[in-house]
T-cell receptor
Framework: ETGVTQSPTHLIKTRGQQVTLRCSSQ?????VSWYQQALGQGPQFIFQ???????GRGNFPPRFSGLQFPNYSSELNVNALELDDSALYLC?????????????FGPGTRLLVL | TQLLEQSPQFLSIQEGENLTVYCNSS?????LQWYRQEPGEGPVLLVT?????EVKKLKRLTFQFGDARKDSSLHITAAQPGDTGLYLC???????????FGAGTRLAVHP
């Protein structure tokens, strides 16, 4: 139990649609990172938010966007869904004020795009 | 591009056997982490190694960081069915601690 929750647990969308995934971080954690984990692969870094600002981005197109809110929640938005967007989406929260802070992962949202 | 390669991809063993999982890269990382992920859950951190040559033990699990901080290994002694899962290594990269994951080793330990 990491104290990080995600919703929904599963989601089915069709190609071209838009989706919003939600994450609730551990209380006090000022940083949230989002990862995409395709079947049989390790998680790939999408982006990170620190104190409500994007703090770094992986190799994902602009149709992947995010928001972080003051109440330790965050969103991942994906526009114009493609079949290859089918994956497990993980958020991870951490407190970036210490050396080697630990990222705590949520259970993920499994997205299927048809 | 920083990449981490894990081997083997799959491992199926009997309870009581020993095993070693490898994580290799051509890049240097500030630290390297090992996670275990079970179906329907997110990865859970097992250990972080920081110093080249460092060895850490967690009960029956032994983690080693290579001298050049480019590779790592995980050794499990007397594996148990509860060790079954996906083992991921992740290099910590960049000023904002981005994690670069390997593809994982899927371990199945049979009673």
């Amino acid at each position: 139990e990491t104290g990080v929750t995600q919703s929904p647990t599963h989601l089915i969308k069709t190609r071209g649609q838009q989706v919003t995934l939600r994450c609730s971080s551990q209380s006090g954690h000022n940083t949230v990172s989002w990862y995409q984990q395709a079947l049989g692969q390790g998680p790939q870094f999408i982006f990170q938010y620190y104190r409500e600002e994007e703090n770094g981005r992986g190799n994902f197109p602009p149709r992947f966007s995010g928001l972080q809110f003051p109440n330790y929640s965050s969103e991942l938005n994906v526009n114009a869904l493609e079949l290859d967007d089918s994956a497990l989406y993980l958020c991870a929260s951490s407190l970036v004020d210490r050396h080697q802070e630990t990222q705590y992962f949520g259970p993920g949202t499994r997205l299927l795009v048809l | 591009t920083q990449l981490l390669e894990q081997s083997p991809q799959f491992l199926s063993i009997q309870e009581g056997e020993n095993l070693t999982v490898y994580c290799n890269s051509s890049s240097v990382f500030s630290s390297l982490q090992w996670y275990r992920q079970e179906p329907g859950e997110g990865p859970v951190l097992l250990v972080t190694v920081v110093t080249g040559g460092e060895v850490k033990k967690l009960k029956r699990l032994t983690f080693q960081f290579g001298d050049a901080r480019k590779d790592s290994s995980l050794h499990i002694t007397a594996a148990q069915p509860g060790d079954t899962g996906l083992y991921l290594c992740a290099g910590v990269s960049g000023g904002y601690n981005k994690l670069i994951f390997g593809a994982g080793t899927r371990l199945a330990v049979h009673p």
